[in-house]
T-cell receptor, first 114, second 113 residues
Framework: DADVTQTPRNRITKTGKRIMLECSQTKGHDRMYWYRQDPGLGLQLIYYSFDVKDINKGEISDGYSVSRQAQAKFSLSLESAIPNQTALYFC?????????????FGEGSRLTVL | KQEVTQIPAALSVPEGENLVLNCSFTDSAIYNLQWFRQDPGKGLTSLLLIQSSQREQTSGRLNASLDKSSGRSTLYIAASQPGDSATYLCAVRPTGANSKLTFGKGITLSVRP
């Protein structure tokens, strides 16, 4: 089983719908991140959380919200999806106890907004 | 603002060739640099991480080097195989507490049998 699991892996929705992407991890890491990847733009940080009570905006947080339900779970919500939010979304984790901050990624959630 | 560049965007080589993938960054005040591999439609897999105090890291046929003063890192792949075909991304973590990674756009490598 994957250490960082994202659900759903693929989702097609319509403009205006509310969407939630979920991430769970078994690595015991305290830090979790949401990125989006667009062709030609690379990865951009949406939100990150250093622990359950610490949530921070990334580069492109507008139109998104997050919830850290537990140390192992971090969900990303699109309150009212729009077509330019069509992208590949990744959850990642890192361990604050290590000095490197090495990131570990989930398999991604492909979202299409029609 | 840190900028990370990977050129070329795509590369095609015959099997067996030794190759170098380049990554350049604009701010030399980095904490570490990480190389990832991404297969189509998949997540990113960490390949190598080089701390700012290190010059290189090796894992199997992969060797990553870091030259902070020139703002460059290279990923060397020895004896390339078709299974190495993927997109390779580098990401730079600046110095400073809780700093965030800046990613390059990646190099898509195709190794021809």
């Amino acid at each position: 089983d994957a250490d960082v699991t994202q659900t759903p892996r693929n989702r097609i929705t319509k403009t205006g719908k509310r969407i939630m992407l979920e991430c769970s991890q078994t690595k015991g890491h305290d830090r979790m991140y949401w990125y989006r990847q667009d062709p030609g733009l690379g990865l951009q940080l949406i939100y990150y959380s250093f622990d359950v009570k610490d949530i921070n905006k990334g580069e492109i947080s507008d139109g998104y919200s997050v919830s850290r339900q537990a140390q192992a779970k971090f969900s990303l919500s699109l309150e009212s999806a729009i077509p330019n939010q069509t992208a590949l979304y990744f959850c990642a984790t890192s361990d604050a106890r290590t000095s490197t901050g090495e990131l570990f990624f989930g398999e991604g959630s492909r979202l299409t907004v029609l | 603002k840190q900028e990370v560049t990977q050129i070329p965007a795509a590369l095609s080589v015959p099997e067996g060739e030794n190759l170098v993938l380049n990554c350049s960054f604009t701010d030399s005040a980095i904490y570490n640099l990480q190389w990832f591999r991404q297969d189509p439609g998949k997540g990113l897999t960490s390949l190598l991480l080089i701390q700012s105090s290190q010059r290189e890291q090796t894992s199997g046929r992969l060797n990553a080097s870091l030259d902070k003063s020139s703002g460059r890192s290279t990923l060397y792949i020895a004896a390339s195989q078709p299974g190495d075909s993927a997109t390779y991304l580098c990401a730079v973590r600046p110095t400073g507490a809780n700093s965030k990674l800046t990613f390059g756009k990646g190099i898509t490598l195709s190794v021809r049998p």
